[in-house]
């Protein structure tokens, strides 16, 4: 059983190394040679130039395929893994595309796990621990009214004027401001076209409590039947966003104009490219600056307008001498991943981050050795 690990960027080099260092039979892919050899040369030489015809060639049933490549290459490469009845690991969000793949990964029998890093990843096995541990409790009814938030963000651990740091190109950043999203504020769907519609704040309950900027990301609905949410239950709030240090939003406000304004087609592609290379040289990382990451996974029942239960998973981890924040939680995610589908935990067919309680413990013991802090908060 091989692991073919595609892509040695920034996020994927800790985790690729924890396998390999583990002993396990990894072949490492990735569209240049030598960036790949710079970041495993030193532990493995079964390094190969990316390319999906010499991978399905390589590939045998029971390998595992690992996709830190961009996001259009997650499907043709989980096709050639279902084709060979190999598995497929991902740390992207679930598209219809790859949802798609379900019947024919259940007929060959091969798992392919998505949503396994940060956010996706993380988020969603703090949100199935607090939703196991709420329906044990002895508030548990389905008459309550709930409140669910989930805020993840990467910031500087020293803040900056900007408040915020690039790790890499800034221009995925600057396509995300132009995204909609969709999610519950006070018991009404909100759909909002932009960030700044839908600004608010929230006070991160760490050992010392700190305020932040959020917002809503892509569309939470979808996710409410993920967590085991009933339909019938009364929803008050339900929200999956972006966290962002205070002061945020003023330091970004000529950016916000600049992309509510942009020009269309080409000419408006121009101008975020333009910016994303300023921004670049403005606002990236210094070499060995440390990043934080901050994630906080709330829920909330009342009832009669009174809390009954009310519990918050927050993180907080940040660069040191094992790297980035970052890069070694979305990673070692995947490798932890990768671990679990070689020892058959994982279902055939496409799936995210697992809901089953042990594979969750499990899971969270590794965020729990990779972050500074890690803690279930009792409100109530």
Request: net charge negative.
């Amino acid at each position: 059983m091989t692991i073919h690990w595609c892509g040695t960027g920034l996020s994927a080099v800790p985790g690729l190394r924890k396998l390999i260092a583990a002993g396990n039979a990894v072949t490492v892919w990735n569209r240049t040679v030598d960036k790949a050899q710079a970041a495993v040369g030193d532990i493995t030489g079964n390094i190969r130039a990316f390319d999906l015809d010499a991978l399905r060639a390589a590939l045998a049933p029971g390998d595992v395929v690992v996709s830190m490549l961009p996001g259009d290459w997650h499907v043709p490469i989980a096709e050639a893994a279902i084709a060979k009845g190999a598995h497929f690991v991902s740390s992207s969000y679930i598209s219809p595309e790859m949802r798609a793949l379900d019947p024919a990964a259940k007929e060959a029998g091969v798992a392919l796990i998505n949503e396994v890093g940060l956010d996706p990843g993380i988020d969603h096995l703090m949100a199935h621990r607090l939703m196991a541990d709420y329906r044990e409790s002895d508030a548990f009814d389905p008459a309550n009214t709930l409140s669910f938030l989930s805020y993840c963000g990467g910031v500087p651990k020293q803040a900056n004027d900007f408040r915020y740091k690039f790790s890499w190109s800034p221009l995925g950043v600057l396509k995300a401001l132009k995204s909609p999203s969709r999610s519950i504020r006070d018991f009404e769907e909100l759909r909002a076209e932009c960030p700044w519609d839908a600004l608010s704040s929230y006070t991160a309950p760490l050992p010392a409590p700190e305020t932040f900027e959020v917002y809503p990301n892509r569309d939470s609905l979808p996710f409410m039947a993920e967590y085991g949410f009933d339909p019938q239950w009364p929803v008050k709030d339900f929200v999956r966003g972006t966290l962002r240090l205070e002061g945020w939003s003023d330091a970004w406000s000529d950016i916000f104009r600049t992309v509510e304004n942009l020009p269309p087609g080409d000419a408006g592609e121009q101008v975020l490219r333009d910016l994303s290379q300023r921004l670049w040289q403005e606002h990236a990382y210094d070499a060995e600056e440390p990043d934080r990451v901050v994630l906080c996974v709330s829920l909330e029942a009342t009832r009669d307008g009174q809390p009954v239960w009310h519990r918050s998973y927050v993180m907080d981890a940040w660069g040191d001498a094992r790297g980035t924040a970052m890069g070694r939680l979305v990673s070692h995610m995947v490798a932890e991943a990768v671990d679990s589908v070689q020892a058959g935990d994982i279902p055939p067919g496409v799936s995210a981050a697992p809901s089953d309680p042990a594979l969750v413990a499990r899971w969270m013991e590794e965020v729990g050795r990779l972050a500074q802090h890690l803690e279930i908060v009792r409100h109530v």
